[in-house]
């Protein structure tokens, strides 16, 4: 028997229910810009306490096993402390090893020791290319069986976040949202933002990428023949998709959000860490990028990630690099290894515009033809939160329930116990995404191929 929703640890909740307001209740901006304080401020001392703590764990298991009184009378007691101490050091050997390949491949120079690669057994879901710019790709995912197979008539395209790699959502067969939404007959495609390569691109603005989320929309409606869409986005690609429909409301059917932050001044701390990290103020990133040439470099920013969060980081590097143990060889670990992208202005202007200053939650963000307004999204919305979410906490994600006129009922919230990224490489939730898909994208009778 297949695992309930439950088992799986989702939940469907109300986000307007007196529990999930009280989550999500707004405070003043100084509440906010006071807690990013004391957050940026504690981290160096949280990290030291910790590290401290892991540490002087580790000293005193030596300490134990080398000054035990029982090696002096005790031959079996001295010859198990004696394997102890010498398995310590040949792992710290392993470790010192570990450190110098992982600084390889974060520099690009060595590919990752593990048994998954890109194309062969990660993201093989076949797909074309119907879109392509300087800066954007837009992919089809293909239809088996095409010709002459059915899929329902509105198309779903999926925008991505710029700062990592789309094919998280199209990782092994077994964990490919992709895949899961295709075979549900879902006619399905993806952005894939690219490097820039000239200087024109490299210093594209924040409205010039949403024009290219608009011309990637139009490629898809004259690729497919629809001129409705369904529309979602992960994480940063959830606000472009958001943004999207808010500008063209009257070609778009539903809506689907995959942990995605836009309010982040909400519930007791905001946007926690993250907001306190990317903070132009408390944490001078302004300054920090300017030193950068304009934006953070793909070591740094994939560094950050770990450094928001301190506990995980330092028992990462305690196994990793003291105890010599091997990266969990998984397709979600291959994919943060391989994944990062440096980090252009374009979304340093979004990380001040829409994170820092919160534009785009007060009415306030310009892009080119007048103020986003979201309150003109007005369709069916299901929204999918990680209720151990770091980067777009729950109190952030649930927000976004009350800044759109969808009516309440039209309105689906899943509460995945996961982060940013696991709660969505979860098998349990494909099926959902796939069924809200089905009853918002038309009969399925439009024939492909």
């Avoid at 957050?39 to 001392?45: A, E, G, L, M, Q």
Wanted: charged residues 25%; glycine residues 8%; proline residues 6%.
């Amino acid at each position: 028997m297949a695992p309930t929703e439950q088992q799986r640890g989702i939940s469907r909740i109300d986000p307007f229910s007196k529990e999930y307001l009280g989550v999500a209740v707004k405070r003043s901006r100084e509440h906010y810009q006071d807690r990013y304080k004391e957050i940026f401020k504690s981290f160096p001392n949280l990290f030291k306490d910790l590290g401290r703590q892991a540490t002087d764990r580790y000293y005193r298991e030596l300490a134990r096993c080398w000054l035990a009184p029982e090696n002096v009378y005790d031959p079996f007691e001295a010859w198990h402390n004696a394997c102890v101490i010498t398995t310590r050091w040949l792992q710290l050997g392993r470790g010192l090893v570990n450190y110098g390949n992982d600084q390889r491949v974060k520099k690009g120079e060595r590919e990752p020791g593990t048994a998954w690669r890109l194309g062969e057994n990660i993201a093989v879901t076949p797909k074309e290319v119907v879109y392509e710019s300087d800066v954007l790709k837009v992919y089809h995912y293909l239809t088996p069986d095409a010709p002459g197979r059915k899929v329902h008539r509105r198309p779903f395209f999926m925008l991505y976040s710029w700062i990592n790699a789309y094919w998280i959502l199209d990782l092994t067969p077994e964990t490919s949202m992709v895949q899961s939404i295709r075979d549900a007959g879902i006619d399905l495609y993806m952005t894939d933002w690219q490097k820039p390569e000239t200087d024109e691109a490299f210093n594209y603005d924040f409205a010039t990428y949403m024009q290219e989320c608009h011309r990637a929309a139009d490629a898809v409606r004259a690729h497919s023949g629809e001129e409705i869409l369904c529309i979602g986005g992960y994480c940063i690609g959830g606000v472009l998709a958001d943004i999207l429909v808010a500008q063209d409301p009257d070609r778009v059917a539903a809506v689907v959000n995959l942990t995605t932050g836009i309010d982040t001044y909400a519930g007791e701390d905001g946007a926690g860490a993250f907001g306190a990290f990317t903070s132009f103020d408390i944490a001078d990133l302004g300054k920090y990028v300017e030193r950068h040439g304009g934006m953070l470099p793909q070591k740094e920013f994939s560094e950050f990630f770990d450094n928001v969060k301190p506990g995980k980081a330092v028992d990462g590097f305690m196994a990793r690099y003291v105890y010599g143990a091997d990266i969990p060889d998984d397709p979600v670990s291959y994919w943060n290894r391989r994944s990062a992208r440096p980090v252009y202005p374009v979304h340093i202007e979004f990380l001040k515009r829409v994170y820092n200053d919160n534009e785009l939650a007060e009415g306030k963000l310009s892009l080119g033809d007048g103020v986003v307004d979201l309150r003109r999204i007005h369709q069916p919305l299901l929204v999918i939160m990680g209720e151990y979410d770091h980067i777009v906490p729950l109190p952030v994600a649930l927000r976004t329930h009350h800044l759109v006129s969808t009516p309440p009922a039209e309105q689906e919230a899943i509460l995945i116990k996961g982060g940013h990224v696991r709660a969505i490489v979860n098998d349990g939730l494909y099926p959902i995404v796939a069924d809200f898909l089905k009853r918002h994208a038309g009969a399925r009778d439009r024939v492909v191929g």
